[in-house]
């Protein structure tokens, strides 16, 4: 029988103040309570606003990338303010601050992107030099690699602001997770769901991480009955992948690991940001495998792109920030 924690000493879990980092958090509370048979008022949530989330008007690979929707909230888990942090993983930059681990994942929602209009149904009923909405540089990438035609324009902010620059006109579609809509019980928002086959979704895409000190092992053990093996899995061979590439440059990264049994599947891919070229590939192999995979298949894109390809896309190593995903 577990003595800790209690609704005199709850356990504090930190997350953005959105309303989908919010259902991301209550979840994963709802989880552990279920699992250990504890109270709500076992529990409280600590709503952190990040840099990225007080910065709206500029892009974020302009203002240093999404490690901006993180670093508030790794600085309170340090400074133990509060217990664990819940994220969702696409947006969580390869390493953690010293201290710091995530070894708990819960199991993975539709990883697909969600096409979101008032007045079209798919991509390809898109018109000619239609107008779309993305802060993703990945999305933006992989809809002029296919779409060279369309333009472009900066779209950040929750669901419900990006639904009102929608019907405002900013722009005539724009993309969202299914993930994210469906745990926000919203996924009538869309349009309809794209297929990998069509445009491979953010790494980790659909995964809840949640992050805790390294040496908190009454943390560990909590979250230990939570934590989902077949996300875990993917996530680690998707996340193995972009650790490669983290360190050798800066472009629009897309890639999904799936199982069938102990068999896992990966794909991935890097653009050139303006969408004009593409490189792509896959492993297959035992799950217990995926991030050698991972990493092997980031070698092999690396050695595909041409020179002039690492010229244009820079090194990210040398601003110190991680890919914008």
């Known amino acids: 029988m577990i003595d800790w924690p209690n609704s005199e000493n709850t356990l504090k879990i930190g997350t953005r103040g959105s309303p989908l980092a919010l259902a991301q958090a209550y979840e994963t509370r709802d989880r552990l309570m279920q699992a250990h048979g504890l109270a709500e008022n076992s529990f409280e949530i600590v709503a952190i606003k990040t840099t990225g989330d007080r910065i709206q008007n500029q892009s974020l690979q302009s203002i240093g990338g999404k490690g901006l929707f993180t670093r508030e909230i790794e600085d309170a888990l340090l400074d133990r303010r509060i217990d664990i942090a819940v994220h969702s993983m696409k947006d969580m930059p390869v390493l ?117 000190r390294r040496d908190d092992e009454r943390v560990a053990s909590l979250l230990s009955a939570i934590t989902d093996a077949d996300t875990t899995a993917r996530v680690e061979a998707e996340r193995a992948f972009l650790g490669r590439l983290d360190g050798s440059c800066e472009t629009p990264i897309a890639g999904l690991a799936e199982l069938d049994g102990e068999h896992l599947w990966l794909r991935g891919e890097i653009l050139l940001p303006d969408g004009s070229r593409r490189f792509d590939g896959e492993r297959r192999g035992n799950r217990a495998d995926g991030p050698a995979m991972g990493r092997d298949l980031a070698e092999e894109l690396l050695a595909k792109a041409p020179d002039d390809f690492h010229d244009l896309i820079g090194v990210s190593a040398m601003r110190g920030s991680p890919p914008v995903r």
């Open 96 to 212: 953690q601050p010293d201290g710091l681990i995530i070894d708990c994942y819960l199991p993975r929602e539709d990883v697909r992107d969600a096409f979101v209009s008032h007045d079209f149904a798919t991509i390809a009923d898109l018109p000619q030099g239609a107008v779309v909405g993305s802060s993703s540089l990945r999305r933006r990438s992989q809809l002029l690699y296919r779409r060279p035609d369309l333009h472009m324009v900066e779209f950040r902010g929750n669901v419900q602001t990006r639904m009102r620059k929608l019907t405002d006109g900013v722009a005539q579609a724009t993309f969202l997770a299914m993930a994210g809509l469906n745990r926000l019980g919203q996924p009538e928002l869309a349009q309809s769901a794209i297929d990998p086959e069509e445009m491979l979704p953010a790494l980790a895409q659909g995964a809840i991480g949640v992050e805790r």
